[in-house]
């Protein structure tokens, strides 16, 4: 009960400060109004700034994250590029022009063409493909070849013989010793 009593009578203490400062000095309550306005800009400028720092950590995490993703690239393309020399320097390819095969027991007989890039401006791409000295030819591959065709323009996948069967259109034939021993589609926009 007596706190109260003490609660009672601070409050009307303070009504009554409140009043006397409200009936002697307008310029006391105009000023108060002034600075709560100040409070309040100043409250949401607290809260645009603190929305600021939020975004620039996200964009901080975002820049964190691409460069990652960018040292993963590199670290790829180095992979990549060392894979390519270490086939060029052990096989030779040559690209040709499927023109028919023929699947038996034990090999795979193609027809193909062999061809060249020549390089033309006046042709769609920059190039086109023409048939080298080698000419047209049959070739016997064994079945143990691996066989990668184009999903789409950017993805390989590896296929079998008889998924081979109704391809048609450029390949790459990787050779040794005078030997396919790996065959790719390769396409030419």
């Excluded at 645009?48 to 994250?65: I, S």
């Amino acid at each position: 009960m007596g706190n109260k009593k003490y609660s009672l009578f601070f409050g009307c203490f303070l009504a009554i400060l409140l009043l006397a400062g409200c009936t002697n000095d307008e310029n006391t309550v105009f000023s108060l109004n002034n600075e709560y306005g100040k409070l309040v800009d100043q409250q949401e400028t607290i809260v645009d700034h603190e929305n600021k720092l939020t975004a620039l950590d996200e964009w901080e995490q975002v820049m964190n994250e691409l460069s990652l993703l960018k040292e993963s690239t590199y670290y790829l393309q180095n992979r990549l590029d060392l894979q390519e020399a270490v086939i060029n320097e052990t096989t030779n390819y040559k690209t040709a022009i499927l023109n028919s095969f023929d699947i038996n027991e034990e090999s795979f007989v193609i027809n193909i063409t062999y061809t060249n890039k020549l390089i033309d401006e006046d042709a769609p791409n920059g190039y086109r493909l023409i048939e080298s000295t080698e000419g047209t030819k049959e070739i016997s591959i064994k079945k143990d070849v691996p066989i990668w065709m184009l999903e789409n323009p950017g993805e390989s996948v590896q296929v079998t013989w008889e998924e081979f069967a109704p391809m048609s259109g450029f390949l790459k034939l990787y050779e040794k010793d005078g030997e396919v021993v790996f065959i790719s589609e390769i396409y030419l926009p």
